[in-house]
């Protein structure tokens, strides 16, 4: 059952108290200690263990929760210019802290057309492209057409391998561009390996792999960092409209309810972009952006701290910004055909036996420790890419020797991801005070998990899958990420997900019975957890006096609606230190949540319509799942 908070500002002596009764002159008062808002009438989730009930919060002038409690108890706090909030018995609790996720990517992947992670086969493929072309007429021969939201796994019947051969078929000279979902797979046309340069003796950069045929020509595919042989010859946005469409996604964001987040990839155009956003003043939430060290420059701790520095020193006075956290690529994604997950044991053919293929590892354990040890010296956090168990295993020897030779306690280094975790390392992370950061909207039955994955790996890795429960009876800190645009925003089915393994969109639970979180641990993850992931927990992250107003008020009781009905949340009221944010009453606030509620923010052909056919999974694994 939903509801619509009621809204009005206390303006007289005689209005109504916040339970009903007539207002006393506590509730008249014009000074500084009257609230500038009251919730009441809410289930107020604090995200602290064994707290008392509370139904109604109070935010200071300064935009920070000065009381929480029963209504009458806040009633002494309503003052003339008091706005009181009904809350109509839905949920009140912390932002949605995101740990792990790419919005300014959002942005620009909004100003392309959109392939929607759709499943096709080449014909479909073909025609959906083909009105792309239709679309953007006028750019023969040297016009680029790039394409986001490549499905890498999505071409019919399964196991079909793309090759330039098929795009070249277009009836274009213009060089195109398929880029993957996932952020790590890019399949390309002819044109486009000519003029990067890409021929059979190219050799693979560090940290990718340009995917060659049995003739030893490239394929056209090309993975993690090989993308940048191509992606350097792809003209960028201007800077106007960079700024305005990562305005309207952060505005998205703020619709679900995100008052925090983790920028997973972040160099100095991202930087820039953010320095951008806030001039102009549309920066509403705070955001921690992960400042990217690349797996050459991690072999040289001294360089990549510099880097680090010398990026804070230009940027550290943007507004909105916290700086603290390092991002390192360890490992690719784990699905058929890329397998660029590092595994313990190799990837297995399909039929069940095994290769010699244990996929990329980019950057070693004793480099990684190195670099740890660096950084977290000098006061920063790492935050590792780790999809399968070796590449875990990496970052957890990094860590276990950064703490070993630097003494530091409390860094609070993170692996993100975790699709596949060996059961003799979970114990591991409570014991190093390494963050499991989670991305559960995946672990659920669907293509990517099952059909391109359960054959390569087998059933005995396969069970140890996003294994949250396990890591949180090990005693590990959980917090939760989107890995946005990887998947759309869904902010709340990510949450629904990460309880029943099912979500709106899978096949069937992902072991549920094992791996599934309670309602409380979920919501926890996606406040707190994260919160203390970024360091950020003495500011934000739960609903107590003292601690900066970052709350949102929903439109139902998620603590006790059924757990499906939670995918469906609306968030009515959003603030960032008591500012709203966003408001669903607003007509921005409308706007942003019908650009939430359509599949892609971006025009596709009618081609693309007609052969679709409602096969869709709009996320890969890592910008990441980056």
């Not at 045929?213 to 394929?219: F, Q, T």
């Not at 006061?379 to 860590?399: E, S």
């Not at 087998?458 to 009876?473: I, K, V």
């Not at 709106?504 to 072991?511: A, K, M, R, T």
């Amino acid at each position: 059952m939903t509801s619509s908070l009621a809204r009005r500002t206390m303006l007289a002596a005689g209005a109504a108290g916040l339970v009903g009764v007539a207002a006393g002159p506590a509730a008249a008062a014009t000074n500084r200690s009257a609230a500038a808002l009251v919730v009441h009438n809410a289930r107020v989730f604090t995200g602290l263990p064994g707290s008392r009930p509370v139904e109604a919060v109070a935010v200071g002038h300064d935009g920070r929760i000065i009381a929480t409690g029963r209504g009458r108890e806040l009633q002494r706090l309503v003052g003339r210019g008091t706005e009181v909030v009904d809350a109509r018995g839905a949920t009140v609790m912390s932002g949605i802290h995101d740990g792990h996720v790419h919005p300014l990517s959002a942005g620009e992947r909004s100003l392309r057309p959109s392939l929607g992670g759709a499943e096709t086969t080449a014909d479909e493929l073909l025609a959906i492209l083909t009105g792309f072309l239709q679309d953007t007429p006028g750019q023969e021969p040297d016009g680029w057409l790039v394409v986001s939201d490549w499905n890498p796994i999505g071409l019919l019947p399964q196991g079909t391998l793309p090759h330039h051969s098929l795009l070249d078929t277009l009836p274009t000279r213009r060089p195109i561009a398929l880029l993957g979902g996932d952020g790590h797979n890019a399949w390309v046309n002819a044109r486009a390996l000519e003029i990067a340069g890409i021929t059979a003796t190219t050799p693979d950069p560090v940290g990718g792999k340009i995917v060659k045929g049995p003739d030893g020509k490239p394929s056209g595919v090309l993975k993690d960092d090989a993308q940048n042989l191509v992606n350097r010859h792809i003209p960028e946005p201007s800077e106007a409209e960079l700024v305005a469409a990562c305005s309207r996604v952060l505005a998205q964001a703020a619709a679900s309810g995100v008052t925090t987040m983790m920028d997973a990839v972040v160099g100095r155009s991202q930087l820039t972009t953010y320095q951008a956003l806030a001039k102009a003043g549309k920066l509403p939430q705070r955001i921690v952006p992960a400042i990217s060290i690349d797996s050459d420059l991690a072999k040289d701790p001294a360089a990549a701290l510099a880097h680090a520095r010398g990026l804070r020193g230009a940027f550290q006075d943007v507004p909105g910004l916290r700086f603290g956290t390092i991002k390192v690529f360890l490992d690719g994604v784990i699905e058929y055909p890329a397998q660029t997950a590092a595994l313990l044991e190799p990837y297995l053919d399909g039929s069940g036996h095994p290769t010699d293929n244990r996929g990329e590892l980019y950057v070693s354990a004793q480099d990684y420790g190195r670099l740890t040890a660096a950084f977290n010296r000098a006061g920063w956090q790492m935050h590792a890419h780790g999809l399968g168990d070796r590449a875990v295993r990496t970052a957890l020897d990094g860590y276990a020797y950064a703490r070993r030779t630097t003494g530091v306690r409390g860094a609070r280094n993170t692996i993100a991801h975790l699709q596949v975790v060996d059961p003799a390392d979970l114990g591991r992370f409570a014991a190093l005070d390494v963050v499991a950061c989670m991305q559960l909207q995946w672990a659920t039955q669907d293509t990517w998990t099952m059909e391109a994955l359960l054959p390569y790996i087998g059933p005995e890795r396969h069970r140890w899958m996003y294994p949250a429960r396990s890591l949180e009876r090990a005693g590990a800190r959980l917090s939760g990420g989107s890995d946005w645009p990887v998947d759309p925003l869904q902010v709340w089915n990510q949450i629904r997900t990460a309880i029943d393994r099912t979500g709106s969109e899978g096949e069937g639970p992902l072991h549920r019975e094992l791996e599934g979180l309670s309602r409380t641990s979920t919501l926890r993850m996606h406040t707190y957890g994260t919160a203390w992931q970024l360091r950020m927990d003495r500011l934000t992250g739960t609903v107590r006096p003292g601690l900066a107003a970052d709350l949102i008020v929903l439109d139902r009781d998620v603590t006790e609606c059924p757990v499906a009905d939670i995918s469906d949340t609306r968030v009515e009221l959003t603030l960032v230190g008591g500012r709203v944010i966003h408001d669903s009453k607003s007509s921005a606030g409308r706007a942003s949540v019908a650009r939430l509620d359509r599949a892609a923010a971006v025009p596709r052909p009618a081609a693309y319509a007609a052969v679709h056919g409602g096969r869709h999974r709009a996320c890969d694994h890592g910008d990441d799942r980056s």
